[in-house]
Nanobody, 113 residues
Framework: QVRLEESGGGLVQPGGSLRLSCAAS????????MAWYRQAPGKQRESVAV???????NYLDSVRGRFTISRDNAKNMVYLQMNSLKPEDTAVYYC???????WGQGTQVTVSS
């Protein structure tokens, strides 16, 4: 059974940074593409960044250049470094496999002064 556990969210001022972490279990992690998603209040969940097993990554246009997805295949971990945060980045952030598995609980990111 796939299990995903996100952490690292919090309240940050505009322009600040956060690093999200996701611990994955129950999968062949090193060969599985992983992604970060977010869902803001009243909006659909959207894909923010995707990383292949070998490290190639793609980003949502609105976060490209500010966010960096990475993974540690030895630890079954995926990360999202978020810099220059904006109020519109406020959302619950989730990690998941590609294709999707069951969702974890997510981690809240709030960008506000």
């Amino acid at each position: 059974q796939v299990r995903l556990e996100e952490s690292g969210g919090g309240l940050v001022q505009p322009g600040g940074s956060l690093r999200l972490s996701c611990a994955a279990s129950g999968i062949r992690f090193s060969v599985r593409p992983m992604a970060w998603y977010r869902q803001a209040p009243g909006k659909q969940r959207e894909s923010v960044a995707v990383i292949m097993g070998g490290g190639n990554a793609n980003y949502l246009d609105s976060v490209r250049g500010r966010f960096t997805i990475s993974r540690d295949n030895a630890k079954n971990m995926v990360y999202l470094q978020m810099n220059s945060l904006k109020p519109e980045d406020t959302a619950v952030y989730y990690c998941n496999t590609v294709p999707l598995s069951d969702w974890g609980q997510g981690t809240q990111v709030t960008v506000s002064s």
